[in-house]
């Protein structure tokens, strides 16, 4: 029997975005002397998922070296602004946003709008009240430093936001994949020179040999060349 407001639930998905309106007709609710008499309905509205792509420029910097990180945020398959947006990227172990002093700082800049919170030398990026702007894209920069050679992967998550990181929306558009970029950071070279024997007769010969050691796994090429300009005192060598 009903008397006065029954609702009920059910779950409901699709897989093609679109605007979708569900309407039950006058007639098509039948009682023992009733029936409704207005249709009632409700709109759906399916949306595309939000793509994110992350970069570092520099890809590959010496340990203690600025890079500066980018995320897109890529809206354009949906004619609609993305308001209130919320976005968090949590860096890697090891990985931080540059320190205040000295250098530059974290300098975190967005075409989104709203709050961005990168303090230095913290862990965690966060977007705040930002708006993704309709059939279009929006950007956030800042600055990464790490004292700590090693392949850093940085990743927001997909399937919307947690405490590890991810993105959230007003009308619950989020990004079903996740975004990754690496980072290399890489130790130091190193030089040293000796001369073989350290101590010879006026006119004699002594062999110099520099020795370059590159301490990681990929190979370093040199951006310049290399100059050792030679004593001249207490005489001509």
Sequence with gaps: SLTGAA????????????????TIGPGKVAGVGADNTVAASAVLQIRS???????????????GTISRAKVVLDNSQNAVNLSQTVLRDVLPANLALAPASPGPGPNP?????????????GTVVQLTGATIPASSTCEIEFNVVSNTPAIYTNTIPGGGLTTAG???????????DPASAQLTV???P????AFSPASISAGATSTLTITLTN??????????AMVDNLPTSPGPM
């Design 49 to 63: 998922p939000v793509e994110i792509s992350k970069s570092f420029t520099p890809a590959s910097v010496p340990a």
């Design 109 to 121: 800049t967005t075409t989104c709008g709203g709050t961005v919170s990168a303090p230095a030398n």
């Design 166 to 176: 991810g993105l959230s929306t007003l009308l619950g558009v989020t990004n079903d």
């Design 190 to 193: 190193s030089i040293s020179k």
């Design 186 to 188: 890489t130790a130091q």
């Design 7 to 22: 609702p009920g639930s059910l779950n409901v998905t699709g897989t093609v975005k679109g605007e979708y309106t569900n």
């Design 215 to 224: 301490p990681n796994n990929t190979i370093a090429t040199l951006s310049q």
